[in-house]
């Protein structure tokens, strides 16, 4: 199995939940944590981030609607796919890489000034429902897992995720976690930045237990 993002999380849970139905998992940008009785997520990422933070702003029904109602789609579509941890998306030039196109722009800005943005949003009011798997409270993942992530990725940035990672925690919640990949000079997408590479880990990945 292979997860980015929010599919990550998905992805996480199938191998917590029914390992039997995965032999081998390739995650990207998204960690896994060992279930928490002493704080929900929303708690903890208030306490992190301040009610400002937007996991928490969207909470509310209809804030990240209203958001979105204000924004140039298109714009914002370019902005999000384009950035970088350095520079904030208020303040710089987009200038296309080779992966991304107009045409790929306006595809996703049509889509969406069709559909809205709220069946995506709706992933953060849910945070704290997945809580409800007190069930597998401690519980790890058991799979043989490679996880990759760009060093410019915000989330790589996050107050504690890269000690999280190297020291030993990350470890302790997969005892088969196989390798951590970061890739340089690389943000949030890079399954379409570095398609190639990408697709290079997953396959050695897979190739790696094809005899088991």
């Known amino acids: 199995m ?7 999380t998905n992805a996480w849970y199938l191998c917590l939940v029914r390992p039997d139905r995965v032999k081998r998992l390739v995650n990207a940008t998204t960690t896994w944590l060992l279930r928490n009785l002493e704080r929900k997520p929303d ?7 301040g009610d400002d933070y937007y996991i928490c702003r969207f909470q509310e029904p209809g804030v990240a609607e209203d958001d979105s109602a204000k924004a140039d789609i298109a714009k914002l579509i370019q902005l999000l796919l384009t950035g970088r941890l350095t520079k904030p998306l208020e303040q710089r030039q987009v200038e296309l890489p080779s992966w991304l196109t107009e045409d790929d722009i306006n595809y996703n800005a049509i889509q969406f000034s069709r559909t809205g943005f709220t069946g ?10 997945n809580e409800l798997s007190l069930l597998w409270i401690g519980a790890r993942i058991e799979v043989p897992v490679k996880f990759m992530m760009g060093d410019l990725d915000l989330t790589y940035h996050i107050p504690g995720v890269k000690n999280y990672i190297y020291d030993g925690e ?6 088969n976690l196989e390798e ?5 000079g690389v943000a949030h997408f890079l399954q379409q930045e570095k398609s190639r590479e990408v697709t290079a880990h997953i396959h050695d990945f897979i190739k790696k237990f094809s005899s088991l």
């Not at 990350?170 to 005892?175: H, I, L, S, T």
């Open 170 to 175: 990350f470890k302790q919640a997969m005892p």
């Open 2 to 8: 292979v997860g980015y993002d929010w599919g990550a």
């Open 180 to 184: 951590v990949v970061v890739m340089e």
């Open 120 to 129: 995506g949003l709706n992933c953060y009011p849910c945070l704290d429902l």
């Open 43 to 49: 708690e903890s990422i208030r306490a992190m981030f």
